[in-house]
């Protein structure tokens, strides 16, 4: 696990790993802000609300 701080509560804390269904999201354990969350095997990334497609050509 790695080690973050959270912007919210502003403590360096171990990110928590929840995983529902096909969907995994990494949360801090104090205040449940969302550091990340994705779906597994659909390449959608959902970043602080914000939906990014990994298909994308740079």
């Known amino acids: ?19 529902d269904g096909d969907v ?6 104090e205040c449940g802000y969302v550091f990340i969350s994705y779906q597994k095997g659909k390449g959608v990334l959902v970043l602080n609300n914000v939906k990014l497609s990994e298909s994308r050509t740079v």
């Open 24 to 29: 995994i999201s990494k949360v801090c354990p």
């Open 1 to 19: 696990m790695a080690r973050k701080m959270c912007p919210v509560c502003k403590k360096v804390v171990e990110e928590k790993v929840i995983k």
